[in-house]
């Protein structure tokens, strides 16, 4: 299984635009890359999935370089609301292989939005 | 709402108890997963069943028995928990077992569990 390595945490005021990195050395051809933002006491919800280059959605953008061993979610213009913890995971469909499909999560990042 | 929906959101159980949790999707997903998160810790992933066939069991002890009666419900059984079990578990459901297609797991609000 890809790990994944993300900053512990970061602080960033309103209204600037927050870049978070995500270290995945390890990544296979199959593996899917997605970021996920979790609130205190719920369960994580979807933000952004990608496979190569750059996607964007109303939400954020996901920057992935050629050789996919990194990616980097961007937060255009971040709020207090969006004080949360950050997750980054790899992980493959069904038909990419035994185990790729299981979507480990790390510690993520504990992004803190500052008024 | 997510269209993952997790009851009861609180439940606080002694020792010798046997409680279950319950998750149920609206969605017409395929899979459906249980993880645990305990404070300060990673999310663990206990159990993945794909179309109502469990495919994973992360060496979880057997005191968290899993029940999955058809693919829109998911059931937790729970019995002689330890003090260390207490934390949130969380459900969440995928199109296909795997990265989910573009739009990832959906996951309910989770179970708050506290064992005494």
């Known amino acids: 299984l890809a790990k994944t390595t993300q900053p512990i945490s970061m602080d960033s005021y309103e209204g600037q635009e927050v870049n978070i990195t995500c270290s995945h050395n390890?990544?296979?051809?199959?593996?899917?890359i997605t970021w996920y933002q979790q609130f205190p006491s719920q369960g994580p919800r979807f933000i952004i999935q990608?496979?190569?280059t750059k996607v964007t959605n109303e939400v954020a953008s996901l920057f992935i370089p050629a050789d996919r061993k990194s990616s980097t979610l961007s937060l255009p213009r971040v709020s207090l609301s969006d004080t949360a913890v950050y997750y980054c995971?790899?992980?493959?469909?069904?038909?990419?292989?035994?185990?790729?499909?299981?979507?480990?999560f790390g510690k993520g990042t504990k992004l803190s939005v500052i008024p | 709402e997510t269209g993952v929906t997790q009851t009861p959101r609180h439940l606080v159980m002694g020792m010798t108890n046997k409680k279950s949790l319950k998750c149920e999707q609206h969605?017409?997903?395929?899979?459906m997963y249980w993880y645990k998160q305990s404070a300060k810790k990673p999310l663990e992933l206990m159990f993945v069943?794909?179309?109502?066939?469990?495919?994973e069991n992360n060496s979880v002890p057997s005191r968290f028995s899993p029940e999955c009666p058809n693919s829109s419900h998911l059931f937790l059984h729970l019995h002689t928990l330890q003090p260390e079990d207490s934390a949130l578990y969380l459900c969440a459901s995928s199109q296909d077992r795997g990265a989910g297609g573009g739009y990832g797991y959906t996951f309910g609000s989770g179970t708050r569990l506290t064992v005494v």
């Open positions: 069943y794909s179309l109502e066939e469990r495919v």
């Open positions: 969605l017409g997903h395929n899979a």
């Open positions: 990608g496979y190569k």
């Open positions: 995971l790899v992980g493959g469909d069904l038909n990419s292989g035994a185990g790729s499909y299981q979507l480990t």
């Open positions: 390890n990544i296979a051809t199959n593996d899917y």
